[in-house]
Structure formats: structure tokens, C-alpha cells
């Protein structure tokens, strides 16, 4: 069964805004869209970029190293069809932000 695990505050985390966190010692980015929170896997495909670390283009988080492109809905990249990320379900709770950890 999975939980769900706090990776940060909501109030540290603006709109247009990233951050990554670690669920069960995997690499995660979490980012402030409009008001909504999504979370993917935090290693891009192509070269293990921190995605994290990237910006935002509308509901896509370009890498900072290549700026391959990945959907924060679906973990699709835009580069590579065969490319994609985990989508982690997030949850808010008193201000915090949840993610589900892998079954």
C-alpha cells in the first residue's frame, strides 16, 4: 500500500516555482503551477538532468542542461517519445505538500 509523504510547505513553494525533493530515495520535482502542485521523477531521461532545477513553460519543465521537455502531467517528453518520467499524486494537507510514495 502507499502513503503519502511530506516534501515541503505549500508557502515555500510560489507560483512558476520548483524545488526538488527525495521520496524513498528518489530524486523528485515539484512545481507550482498557476496554483496547482505537480510532481515528476527528478532525473531527466536523456541525461539525468535535475529537473528540479529547471523552468517552467507553461505546464512543462524544460532541463537546465538540454532543455528537453517534460509534460507535469503525464511525464511525457516533447524531445523523445520514448522518453518519460514518473507523475507523483500529490495531495495538500494544513498546508502541506504530499506525495504519494511508489506501491
Known amino acids: 500500500m502507499s502513503d503519502f509523504v511530506r516534501v515541503a510547505a505549500l508557502n515555500d513553494l510560489a ?7 527525495t521520496v524513498e530515495g528518489q ?4 512545481f507550482n503551477v498557476l496554483g496547482t502542485i505537480r510532481a515528476i521523477g527528478g532525473r531527466c531521461a536523456h541525461r539525468g538532468g535535475p529537473l528540479g532545477q529547471g523552468s517552467l513553460l507553461g505546464s512543462t519543465v524544460l532541463c537546465p542542461w538540454h532543455a528537453w521537455g517534460y509534460d ?6 516533447d524531445v523523445s517519445t ?3 518520467v514518473a507523475v507523483y499524486e500529490v495531495r495538500i494537507e494544513d498546508g502541506q505538500i504530499l506525495l504519494r510514495t511508489p506501491a
Open 72 to 77: 507535469l502531467e503525464t511525464g511525457q517528453c
Open 82 to 84: 520514448d522518453a518519460r
Open 27 to 30: 530524486p523528485v520535482a515539484v
Open 15 to 21: 507560483p512558476g516555482q520548483g524545488l526538488e525533493a
